[in-house]
């Protein structure tokens, strides 16, 4: 048995350990919880739409839309079945109270097509959201 393959193994899976218990203990100690309003979402898209020949299994022709996702007319569609190709990036603007200062601030996330909040944001929705505490201007998603 190779005595090396199982101390990586288990040295790697201490490092992963480290790893999340170390961003566990910097958010808990360097950001505060707080809710915050989504007032604003500016959303860029690049929409591939591709189809093929059912009979060659082939790409047949594709095309492209670019810009501002609520201008494709087939954006609430897309959003809906996520069944194109998209490429985009969603910046959102939130307000919130700083637990820090109790103020009201105002600050952005953002978020591309990987992520769910990309298509399930819209104004008015609420989020949590983690408040740094050196700068009560700047929120990671909490």
Avoid at 29 to 50: F, G, H, L, W
Avoid at 78 to 92: E, L, M, P, S, Y
Avoid at 96 to 125: I, V
Wanted: glycine residues 8%; proline residues 3%.
């Amino acid at each position: 048995m190779n005595y090396y393959s199982l101390y990586g193994g288990a040295g790697a899976m201490l490092f992963v350990i480290g790893v999340g218990a170390y961003s566990a203990i910097d958010r808990a100690s360097n950001y505060e919880p707080a809710k915050a309003s989504v007032y604003m979402i500016d959303r860029k898209c690049q929409i591939v739409e591709t189809t093929t020949d059912p009979l060659e299994e082939k790409k047949k022709s594709s095309r492209t839309f670019d810009g501002d996702c609520k201008s494709v007319g087939e954006w609430d569609k897309v959003r809906a079945k996520r069944d194109k190709t998209i490429v985009g990036k969603a910046v959102v603007h939130v307000s919130y109270t700083a637990p820090q200062d109790k103020a009201s601030h105002s600050s952005e996330l953002s978020f591309d097509s990987k992520d769910d909040e990309f298509f399930d944001l819209k104004a008015g929705d609420e989020i949590d959201v983690l408040v740094s505490n050196s700068d009560p201007n700047k929120v990671i998603a909490g």
